[in-house]
């Protein structure tokens, strides 16, 4: 899901299509530009899809084709529909996210639904926009994006350098990447024969960074801990330059060679 990342707002635009209300809102956040698009029933009840600017690009075709397919349909005929109603579908696929596209029939009339589901759990989430409405949708889509272009655009600078730690006979290695889910943080631990790594989210680090200092603050008021200070050679924090790509992790130098070369993980 895209959370609440210093979410900015930059345009919306609402449509009345029947009874139903339709808000397209672009927003922006670290991970770049998106548009949702929530649907307000007449009973009030709301629901919303999330596309990337490049995926609201290409539902704005795919509503062109829906809606010529659907002018080219005759009179609705209860006797001729197919066993599921449907009438067309298309599917659309970004990173971690499909999107299923249906032109259906019921007593009710003819609409497209679009699904919205997330591979690796996560709920199901759909809109129902009225056949007669699509053209009316392509054309505020089309709007938007003619405003603010198709690029998804997401973090643009440089990435902070990676840090090596020495603790004992232990290794740490903190870089940052960056892949199609956004930034993270890859914390390896490394000693002779063994060595594993975590995948940490930027989103969380706040939370990571709370729970350490909520510990180092118990630790210090229980009297228990080591001290940091006047470590000797073995217990060495430093500085390392890293790659400064801004698209992959950043890299320890070749004093300390990084034991996980490749960082581009996914991100959950």
């Known amino acids: 899901q895209h959370g609440q990342q210093s979410e900015q707002e930059l345009a919306t635009k609402m449509l009345q299509i029947q009874s139903k209300r339709f808000y397209l809102d672009v927003k922006q956040n670290r991970r770049g530009r998106f548009i949702k ?21 290409e539902f704005r075709d795919h509503l062109s084709t829906f809606s010529d397919f659907y002018a080219s349909l005759g009179p609705p005929n209860p006797e001729n529909v197919p066993d599921d109603g449907k009438l067309k579908s298309e ?29 690796r759990g996560g709920p199901r989430t759909q809109i129902a926009i009225p056949a007669q409405g699509m053209i009316e949708f392509r054309d505020a889509l089309t709007d938007l994006l003619e405003e603010f272009g198709i690029d998804d655009g997401g973090f643009k600078g440089d990435l902070p350098e990676g840090r090596y730690m020495r ?102």
């Open 37 to 57: 698009v929530a649907e307000i029933g007449a009973d009030g009840r709301r629901s919303q899809i999330f596309l990337a600017l490049s995926t609201a690009s």
């Open 91 to 119: 599917m659309m696929v970004k990173d971690n996210r499909r999107y299923y596209l249906d032109l259906k029939e019921n007593s009710r009339g003819r609409f497209l639904r679009v699904s919205q589901t997330i591979t």
């Open 167 to 268: 603790v004992d006979n232990k290794n740490f290695y903190f870089d940052i990447g960056q892949n199609n889910r956004g930034i993270y943080m890859r914390i390896s631990e490394v000693k002779t024969n063994f060595r594993t790594a975590i995948t940490v989210p930027e989103k969380s680090w706040s939370r990571f960074r709370d729970i350490f200092a909520d510990y180092c603050e118990k630790m210090k008021e229980g009297g228990g801990g080591v001290s940091m200070s006047g470590m000797g050679p073995g217990n060495v924090m430093s500085d390392v330059k890293g790659s400064g790509s801004g698209q992959q992790a950043s890299s320890p130098s070749s004093s300390q060679p990084n034991p996980n070369p490749n960082l581009d993980s996914n991100l959950i």
